[in-house]
């Protein structure tokens, strides 16, 4: 596994990733030590990153089995992106507004893109947490950060497997250089716009529904 942060929060990344992209299917039986012999760590972190995962609702426990992954809930997914829209295009014209700079974005928008066109949805959608989640650091609020950052590990894509050398998979990408310009020029209604619409994509592109 990539170095970064503690071996749980790798494991739980990682899986939570695979989960949320579809990637393990509803119903899939995950054990402890399959896992830990993919990932190369302990039985440990394995486990706590499983709590984790079954408190975020990925899973649940399969008594003397392991753990379960989940059926996606429509009506969950539903509420978590009206919440996100309450808080994420707002925070982007926040950061528009201040011209923030973020020499790093770029890097970042370009590794999204280049996950997307190899079709690896695992480092696709970990590149796009992060992107996202540092830029919404620049609006200065920590507990608003924390809390987009939460409701992104919440996300579940069913759909995003069936998108990988779409064109709609590619378009998505793209979308991060588009709010990057939003913001870099200042304008706010653009940033807050692009924001909206990329959040759009949980119910409709990324979920297997038109849009």
Not at 7 to 18: M, N, S, T
Not at 82 to 89: D, G, I, K, S, Y
Not at 152 to 166: C, D, N, Q, S
């Given at each position: 596994m990539q170095d970064g942060g503690?071996?749980?929060?790798?494991?739980?990344?990682?899986?939570?990733?695979?989960i949320a992209a579809g990637l393990e299917p509803e119903g899939a039986l995950l054990t402890v030590p399959v896992l830990a012999e993919r990932y190369r760590v302990s039985a440990t972190p394995v486990r706590e990153a499983m709590l984790e995962l079954q408190r975020r609702g990925f899973v649940e426990p399969a008594r003397n089995r392991g753990f379960v992954v989940t059926a996606v809930d429509p009506a969950h997914a539903?509420?978590?992106?009206?919440?996100?829209?309450?808080?994420?295009?707002?925070?982007?014209?926040?950061?528009?507004?201040?011209?923030?700079?973020?020499?790093w974005a770029r890097a970042?928008?370009?590794?999204?893109?280049?996950?997307?066109?190899?079709?690896?949805?695992?480092?696709?959608?970990?590149?796009?947490?992060?992107?996202?989640?540092?830029l919404t650091a620049l609006a200065g609020n920590p507990m608003l950060t924390a809390v987009v950052d939460d409701l992104?590990?919440?996300?579940?894509?069913?759909?995003?497997?069936?998108?990988?050398?779409?064109?709609e998979l590619a378009a998505s990408a793209a979308e991060h250089g588009d709010l990057l310009d939003a913001i870099e020029a200042g304008h706010e209604d653009a940033a807050e716009r692009v924001?909206?619409?990329h959040i759009g994509h949980t119910t409709g592109w990324w979920a297997g529904r038109p849009e």
């Open positions: 503690t071996i749980r929060a790798r494991v739980e990344r990682a899986l939570g990733a695979r539903q509420h978590v992106a009206a919440v996100r829209e309450l808080l994420e295009p707002p925070a982007m014209r926040t950061v528009a507004g201040l011209r923030a700079e973020a020499p970042g928008a370009a590794r999204i893109a280049e996950a997307a066109a190899a079709g690896d949805l695992e480092d696709y959608l970990e590149e796009d947490r992060r992107f996202h989640v540092e992104r590990r919440r996300t579940r894509l069913p759909g995003l497997t069936a998108l990988v050398g779409t064109r924001m909206r619409h």
